[in-house]
């Protein structure tokens, strides 16, 4: 008996692959019918038997193409209509609607194959794509996706391409972004006074690389600076224009092989590498792996990616190429804090101080997305930053909330709109100190309501008082309702939203970070918080020390070393490290102000005592970056014993360093390295987390912990903590999905704000 089916599926089935595996599977089980793209979804109608009708709807809900997430499938029985053949209709628009965008996708292994087969009509065409791979997030305007609303609409496919597009039995079947060297986008190549295009362009940008250029080359999301990774003033140079002394530079090698030169790739890291979403993966350095110092000095990692372009792979040299650099520097296009580059007119002018030339091409990128980051940990993922590949994935929601929009935080921001059981955290957004990122989070924030179709009905963002991100909110919640959420609080509740802890669950949580605004005005960051997204209570926290003028502070450790000394009732002794750094004047100042109180905040920061041991055993007395001594400190710390670890003295819940700074300095004068100073700063912090969450369990009955904040970012400590408090029966809940610092934020701030 011949039957006929409406099947409406939802979640991430555009741009995908969805309609054409619909109609192959339709055609395979011989049955008849459409597909078309609504703003829901898809609909599919199928008419056939019995059995094949159900085969058809068994396959779409539980094999579906890799890249397609399936949320809900509903069947509907309508009469049947008969006809013959299978067809993909048009694209409906229904208001209302939803369906979920996808994001960017490395090229695929079919598509490398034929980049690479002199044969092929795409043969080194810098744009091949397929419907399994090429760009999506980046070049869609708005939903449906179809070709009309992509950047690609300005390039109309030639016959040979719509043939593909029109063929069911082709890889490009329906596949919106595809193009050839007859109709697609062109490269172009300038330095100022040359302009050059296509195979010329690619050719002179990769020449002058070889020969130690610095190359601005616009990307997927956005413009990277690229130079030889092995070239150690090319890499100088970079630093220089760049003005960025120390941050690590990304880099980016063809193959998991060349990974493997330059890096230590276990099996989990080579997966992490190749999936599709291809972010920076943060890797043991390969001693013999001959790169430039310049690239991640100070520091054991690297962060490495794949070639996740075609133009990446033609910028590294298709085989009988030239030989040019096999490893790449590849670095936001931006100076300092500024959002990167992605227009050609900006990214000529902006990036003119540091490019020696531009690679350019004529496909506009929509909007920026920066490289995401990972770190393996115990073998699993740690997103550092969740951007290209992932945004705008959704996340499920533990508890539906009504349609919101939470702002973040003012560091590494990034926003969200959430509604019903859905969340989308925006792409990488950066730091909110100057006009640009501010105009950037904007952008953001309207494209991320017109992908989603989410209407914010109200508004969530930190409770620090001073945050741009929160006077942002103020300026544009308009009648809407603003609630503001405690900075740890959110850390918290993100954690457990990740795991899919329910509304009404508790947690020990422990959120160590650098700065975060407490609920009595001062500085937090060490803290042990318990409770659930509706409230926490305040169980314990490191004990506060001064903080003096703030900022520099962050920038100056030898300063936070001082500040923790004088809270502990330790003279500065001028052999001490941070003591010989801090000119004699600064030290004055700084001993009237810690004596007087003057500009000074109070801080339970964790971050602030990493940079204060950092400086103490010598290590690093002035960072160019967040963290970036706490960072090196635990780099030499790996390997190391860390026997006898050193102790905290707690009473009522409140952690005093004092101990633990005495030992330091006594281990300093004994001549203990600082790669084992470091391992038992870590080993006593590890054990501090095992004793407040012994108290917290004792007080609350409670035995899950989640470790949350910036300073879980250190995987050191992190595997530490974590086999600490599973040996003792805990089950400990890290981040997987979001990352720990303040990139997790906003997501956390939905779940508290909603559920107050
Ligand atoms: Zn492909
Ligand atoms: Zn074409
Ligand atoms: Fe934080």
Not at 200 to 213: S, Y
Not at 478 to 498: F, K, N, S, W, Y
Not at 529 to 547: E, M, T, W
């Amino acid at each position: 008996m011949r039957v006929r089916q409406r099947l409406l599926v939802t979640g991430v089935v555009q741009g995908v692959g969805f309609r054409p595996f619909v109609y192959a599977t339709a055609c395979e089980l011989a049955l008849t019918g459409e597909v078309s793209n609504d703003s829901d979804g898809v609909i599919i109608e199928v008419e056939g038997s019995e059995p094949a009708v159900r085969e058809f709807a068994h396959r779409v809900a539980h094999d579906p193409p890799p890249l397609a997430v399936v949320e809900s499938l509903r069947t509907e029985a309508i009469p049947p209509r008969g006809g013959t053949g299978f067809r993909i209709a048009g694209t409906s628009r229904r208001p209302g609607g939803r369906t979920l965008a996808s994001p960017d996708v490395a090229i695929c292994a079919d598509c490398v194959r034929e980049l690479k087969d002199p044969v092929n009509r795409r043969y080194r065409h810098p744009f091949i794509t397929c419907t399994n791979c090429g760009p999506r997030f980046t070049i869609i305007r708005e939903l449906p996706y179809d070709r009309a609303a992509t950047t690609m609409a300005e390039f109309p496919m030639c016959a040979a391409c719509s043939a593909e597009y029109r063929d069911p039995g082709d890889r490009r079947f329906h596949a919106q972004p595809i193009a050839c060297p007859a109709c697609g986008p062109t490269l172009e190549f300038t330095d100022g006074p040359n302009r050059l295009n296509g195979e010329a362009a690619l050719q002179r940008a990769r020449t002058l690389i070889a020969h130690g250029a610095i190359v601005a080359v616009k990307g997927l999301g956005g413009f990277h600076l690229a130079c030889d990774a092995r070239n150690e003033a090319a890499v100088a140079r970079l630093r220089d224009r760049k003005r960025r002394r120390a941050k690590p530079f990304a880099v980016m090698v063809r193959d998991g092989t060349t990974a493997g030169e330059i890096a230590v790739v276990r099996s989990d890291a080579l997966r992490m590498l190749q999936c599709s979403q291809s972010p920076i993966v943060l890797l043991p350095k390969n001693p013999a792996g001959r790169l430039a110092r310049g690239v991640a000095p100070g520091i054991p990692d690297l962060g490495v990616m794949l070639a996740y372009t075609p133009l990446h792979h033609l910028l590294l040299g298709l085989p009988g190429d030239n030989v040019g650099p096999d490893v790449l520097v590849m670095t936001s296009g931006n100076l300092g804090g500024e959002p990167i580059a992605f227009r050609n007119e900006d990214a000529l002018q902006r990036l003119a101080g540091i490019a020696d030339a531009w690679l350019l091409h004529d496909r506009p990128i929509l909007v920026p997305c920066d490289d995401s980051v990972v770190r393996i940990v115990d073998g699993a993922e740690m997103p550092i930053r969740r951007s290209r590949g992932y945004a705008p994935l959704p996340l499920a929601l533990p508890v539906p909330i009504p349609a919101t929009l939470a702002v973040g935080a003012d560091v590494k921001n990034t926003c969200a709109v959430g509604e019903g059981r859905y969340v989308w955290l925006s792409q990488h957004v950066g730091d909110m100190d100057d006009i640009a990122t501010l105009d950037a989070f904007t952008n953001t924030e309207s494209h991320l309501q017109n992908l989603t179709g989410v209407r914010p009905e109200q508004v969530f963002a930190d409770a620090h008082p001073g945050y741009r991100s929160t006077a942002w909110a103020r300026r544009n919640a308009g009648t809407r309702p603003l609630r503001l959420v405690q900075h740890h609080h959110a850390h918290i509740a993100a954690t457990m939203a990740e795991h899919g802890l329910g509304g009404e669950e508790t947690v020990i949580g422990l959120a160590f970070d650098g700065t975060g605004y407490g609920t009595d005005g001062a500085v937090w960051g060490g803290e042990v918080l318990i409770g659930g997204y509706k409230d926490v209570q305040r169980f314990g926290h490191l004990k506060y020390v001064p903080l003096p003028g703030g900022d520099i502070s962050v920038e100056r450790p030898y300063r936070m070393a001082l500040a923790h000394l004088f809270a502990a009732g330790l003279p500065w002794d001028a052999d001490l490290p941070p003591v010989a750094a801090c000119p004699a004047a600064e030290r004055r100042i700084l001993a009237h102000q810690l004596e007087t109180g003057l500009g000074c905040a109070a801080t339970s920061s964790m971050g602030r005592l990493f940079d204060a041991v950092a400086a103490l055993s010598g290590v690093r007395q002035v960072v160019d970056y967040e963290a970036e001594a706490a960072i090196e400190l635990e780099g030499l710390a790996r390997g190391c014993p860390g026997t006898p670890q050193y102790r905290f003295s707690i009473a009522a819940g409140i952690a005093d360093p004092a101990p633990l700074l005495q030992a330091v300095i006594s281990d300093i004068r004994a001549g203990v390295p600082a790669g084992e100073i470091g391992a038992r700063c870590h080993r006593a912090v590890a054990d501090l987390a095992l004793h407040w969450a012994e108290a917290a369990r004792s007080a609350s009955g409670l035995a899950v912990v989640v470790l949350t904040g910036g300073v879980f970012q250190n995987g050191l400590l992190l595997s530490l903590t974590r086999n600490a408090l599973s040996a003792r029966g805990f089950r400990a809940l890290t981040h997987h999905r979001v990352p720990p610092n303040d990139g997790g934020i906003a997501l956390g701030q939905l779940l508290v704000g909603a559920m107050q």
